[in-house]
């Protein structure tokens, strides 16, 4: 914005008062700098939900399947965020991904039986480290491994399982998708549905799903019946 | 260098805006006659903004959405998206291109025709009684002009989805209450539409009020009075947006 100063001379207002110009630079010098640490502070308050200050400790949990969990991904106890994902790297001799859970120094009793599951927060909610605590006197300690793990659950092979499974697994899809038809929009965080994904669940969004029990059990009455 | 002491000059020139507000009488008259030429004149083209983003909004957000089956969801994309961005910057823009470049004008015309070495020469502060109530004026205008924007949007919305797409009525303003917070949103977007004001008035008048006093001068005051508030909406839209919406 560099114009020239147009001060017509004689004036007394207190606008015009002729400034030197070591304060000019000195307070353009400021205004730049304070810029520019905002937005430093503005691309850095974006980056990850936990933040670099807090204090954490480290622990170490092996999966064979990650499905769709990538760095910065929340660690939760119970849907309570306790932590968040902090690297993830491959065995190159068993071949199984290391991923690092960076957890929060409030948070330093969890005992070693605690088991992990790849979780999914809602049909197309972001995967999270789900912990599920065990019952041992014994607590892990910064860098231990978590013993007991799940792999992340895939969807379309289940549903691909499901449809070519048929029989006991036909009807539990059909029950679960009448269950899942009246659930709230995928917008929302719902971590019931995750767990619910987990264990057997056909998502309602498919209308393969609802084709599959139909194909699956010609004549068997099954227990709990879609919408006639 | 140069640029840093421009810098500077507009830093110190802010200062002394602010320094000049004093509630007289007579600030309180030009300010309600400020609040009428950069407020009440830009009704026109906020609201056909509004309407015509609201419109392209809801067709946009129906087309995406319908591959997930989601798009009586509309209202969601209106509601965050609209509130929380659109709806502060497109009305900064516009603002920016209508009243910013009329203040610019204005001033560097007052420069042009020594009317504010003659306020001078009165011993009138011309910051005060040019500048400080073109700045409140936006101040309080914009905000005003941002929800405006975002009525006319929403009705051009309603009118998109619900008569046009087919959208359910009761589902559209349903979704729309549900994905929408007062404090998380509206208070938001206002205090964002505040900043925006008062930066462009700032920059509009410094560049106006230094302006040289030639008729090229004005025209090229009002040029980069323009652009370089349309830069600095956008950059504090990002600081803002980021330190307000976690």
Redesign the interface.
């Known amino acids: 914005m560099a114009s020239s100063d147009s001060r017509p001379a004689g004036t007394r207002a207190a606008a015009s008062r002729p400034r030197g110009p070591g304060l000019e630079f000195a307070v353009g010098a400021f205004l730049l700098l304070s810029l520019a640490s905002l937005l430093v502070l503005a691309v850095a308050s974006t980056n990850g939900k936990f933040g670099f200050s807090r204090d954490s400790y480290d622990l170490k949990a092996r999966f064979t399947n990650l499905g769709q969990l990538r760095p910065m991904a929340p660690v939760k106890i119970g849907g309570v965020t306790i932590g968040q994902v902090s690297g993830i790297t491959l065995d190159p001799v068993k071949f199984d991904s290391i991923v690092t859970l960076a957890i929060d120094n409030r948070y330093r009793e969890i005992p070693i039986d605690t088991s992990a599951g790849i979780l999914t927060g809602g049909l197309l909610g972001e995967s999270y480290v789900g912990l599920q605590p065990g019952g041992d006197v014994e607590v892990l300690k910064p860098g231990e491994e978590l013993v007991y793990t799940q792999p992340a659950v895939d969807l379309i092979q289940m549903v691909g399982k499901y449809m070519f499974g048929g029989g006991a697994g036909g009807d539990a899809a059909a029950g679960g998708g009448a269950a899942d038809s009246g659930s709230a929009p995928p917008a929302g965080d719902a971590p019931a549905a995750g767990d619910e994904a987990a264990t057997a669940t056909v998502p309602s969004a498919s209308p393969a799903a609802a084709d599959a029990p139909a194909s699956a059990t010609p004549d068997s009455p099954s227990p709990t019946e879609p919408t006639p | 260098m140069?640029?840093?002491?421009?810098?500077?000059?507009?830093?110190?020139?802010s200062l002394?805006?602010l320094?000049?507000s004093t509630p007289t009488a007579d600030f309180f008259t030009e300010l309600l006659r400020e609040i009428y030429k950069i407020g009440a004149r830009s009704l026109p083209i906020i609201a056909v903004g509004g309407a015509f983003v609201g419109l392209s909004l809801t067709l946009l957000g129906f087309r995406a959405l319908e591959t997930?089956?989601?798009s009586n969801?509309v209202s969601?994309l209106i509601g965050l998206g609209l509130y929380r961005e659109l709806a502060p910057v497109l009305t900064a823009l516009l603002f920016v291109g209508r009243a910013g470049s009329s203040i610019a004008a204005e001033l560097g015309l007052m420069?042009a025709t020594?009317q504010?070495?003659a306020?001078?020469?009165m011993?009138?502060?011309?910051?005060a009684k040019a500048?400080a109530p073109r700045f409140w004026a936006a101040v309080l205008t914009v905000p005003l002009l941002t929800a405006i924007f975002v009525s006319f949007a929403l009705t051009a919305s309603w009118f998109e989805g619900v008569q046009v797409l087919g959208i359910e009525n009761g589902t559209f303003w349903q979704v729309l209450r549900d994905s929408v917070d007062f404090r998380d949103d509206f208070l938001p977007a206002f205090l964002k539409s505040a900043v925006f004001g008062g930066t462009a008035a700032l920059?509009a008048s410094?560049?106006g009020?230094?302006?040289?006093?030639t008729i090229e001068g004005t025209s090229?005051?009002t040029t980069?009075a323009v652009v370089?508030a349309s830069l600095l909406v956008l950059?504090f839209n990002?600081?803002l947006?980021?330190?307000l919406f976690?």
Do not use: C, K, W
């Open positions: 140069e640029a840093i002491r421009s810098l500077g000059r507009a830093g110190l020139f002394s805006v320094r000049a997930y089956g989601a969801q969601v420069r020594d504010i070495t306020l001078g020469l011993g009138i502060d011309p910051v500048v920059v410094y560049v009020y230094h302006a040289e006093p090229i005051a980069r370089n950059m990002f600081i947006s980021a330190m976690r």
